[in-house]
C-alpha cells in the first residue's frame, strides 16, 4: 500500500494511496477495483498469488489502514 502498482500509476498517476485500493469489512481485506473490473490487469498483477513485495511491511498485519502513517497494531 505503500508503492502503488505501475497500473494504478498509469491510471491515476502519483498518490499516496491507490484510489482502486478498497476494504472491505465483510472480508477483512482490501480489493482492487482495478482487478475487479478487469481479469487481465487481475492476471497482470498476479492477483490471488499473495503478496510478493518482501518491502511491504504490512502484508503480515492486514487490517484497515485510514492513512499512510498508520504503522501502529
Not at 11 to 17: D, H, L, M, Q
Not at 52 to 65: G, P
Request: net charge positive.
Amino acid at each position: 500500500m505503500k508503492v502503488m502498482c505501475w497500473i494504478g500509476l498509469m491510471e491515476y498517476g502519483f498518490n499516496n494511496r491507490c484510489p482502486a485500493l478498497t476494504w472491505s469489512n465483510t472480508a477483512q481485506r482490501y480489493y482492487c477495483k482495478l482487478a475487479l473490473e478487469d481479469s487481465q490487469i487481475a492476471k497482470k498483477l498476479h492477483v490471488g498469488s499473495g503478496c510478493t513485495s518482501d518491502l511491504n511491511t504490512w502484508r503480515r498485519n492486514v487490517r484497515e489502514r485510514r492513512s499512510i502513517n498508520d504503522n501502529d497494531g
